[in-house]
């Protein structure tokens, strides 16, 4: 991946999107090969990732602020500092007004925006998402998809977006890795030039949701045979 680049990874359920994530994240290990951030290994988790989960996994007995702040404060950051981060990206995801709520008080989206802020408050160079818009309903998933794109071309962080949603990668990606089944491997890359926001009917994201759709209906047949044979 390229700095600043937004990459959506793209494939069957489990063929190890998360998996994948997780390592680069550096939760889990890798058996083989090396993975590279910045010229240096990942090893363990780093302040250089944030990471953002499905479910928002906010501390339900901390504030909106203490949230953000929660891992600024776990590396020695001042009161001062905590504050401006807590100022900045509040604004920026749009929740200024709410820095004393707790998680019980927030929608689910807002819960999101708390997740990202909290996942930017470290200043990462790269951010990991994984399915985190997946347990919204449409409209506001839309609505965070818009937000997303806002607040990536604002900060310029490098995004690796994982996603089971065609519609989700072609509307956010500068390019869709696509899965196989498993074993999971990188079946095709597939760029996306036009610029954000994206019209769905544009003959480049028609064209690139067909091939999508067809090598995605390919690798779940080949799973569903692969089931068979072990039955």
């Known amino acids: 991946m390229r700095a600043g680049e937004f990459v959506c990874l793209l494939g069957p359920s489990g063929c190890g999107k998360s998996t994948f994530l ?4 550096g939760f889990l ?35 909106v602020a203490d949230n953000i702040a929660f891992g600024l404060r776990m590396r020695g950051a001042s ?21 004393r709520s707790f998680p019980k008080d927030l929608s689910g989206g807002m819960r999101q925006r708390v997740a990202i802020a909290r996942a930017l408050a470290n ?28 607040i990536w071309q604002e900060t310029g962080k490098t995004v690796l977006f994982v996603t089971h949603s065609i519609e989700e990668a072609l509307r956010l990606s500068d390019r869709v890795v696509v899965m196989t089944a498993r074993p999971g491997t990188v079946r095709a890359v597939v760029p996306l030039d036009s610029a954000r926001p994206r019209d769905p009917t544009s003959d480049e994201l028609v064209a690139a949701r067909r091939r999508i759709d067809g090598m995605l209906a390919e690798e ?12």
């Open 22 to 25: 997780n390592i680069v994240a």
């Open 79 to 99: 009161r001062t500092e905590r504050a401006a981060a807590v100022r900045r990206y509040t604004d920026l995801v749009g929740l200024t007004g709410f820095e």
């Open 123 to 150: 200043e990462p160079k790269m951010l990991l998402m994984d399915e985190p818009f997946a347990a919204l309903d449409a409209q506001m998933r839309r609505l965070l998809q818009d937000e997303l794109v806002k």
């Open 220 to 231: 779940i047949a080949r799973t569903f045979e692969l089931l068979g044979r072990n039955l």
């Open 29 to 63: 290990a890798t058996t083989s090969g090396t993975l590279r951030l910045d010229g240096r290994p990942v090893t363990r988790p780093g302040h250089d990732r944030g990471v953002v989960f499905q479910e928002h996994a906010l501390f339900p007995w901390l504030s």
